[in-house]
């Protein structure tokens, strides 16, 4: 486990070649999967899966986390403890792999 700005992560491996994939939130996390860009071109996706590129869930991440003012950190643990907060959905979502 890994703190971020005071928020505990889990590192994400991919589920084929085990290439780490950066950091989730562990709060509010219930599954993860993540493949990486190689190994999602030679396989196929586990079935009933689907993709979610990581340049859009940044994206969206990014702009969640635009919105939290200036303590974004307290702010955002906060928003994590409610799984109806657009926040915590990002987070139950990366990487998306299955739903
Ligand atoms: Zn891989």
């Known amino acids: ?28 996390i219930y599954f993860v999967g993540w493949m990486c860009d190689s190994c999602q071109e030679k396989y196929p996706l586990p079935p009933g899966t689907c993709a ?15 919105k939290l003012g200036p303590d974004p950190v307290a702010k955002a643990v906060e928003l994590l403890k409610d799984d109806r907060s657009t926040l915590s959905r990002l987070a139950k ?3 998306k792999f299955g739903k």
């Open 1 to 28: 486990m890994v703190q971020v700005n005071g928020v505990n992560h889990v590192p994400v491996f991919c589920m084929n070649c085990g290439t780490p994939g950066g950091l989730v939130p562990e709060q509010g």
């Open 93 to 95: 979502d990366q990487p």
């Open 52 to 66: 979610f590129p990581d340049h859009e869930y940044n994206q969206r991440v990014a702009g969640e986390w635009a």
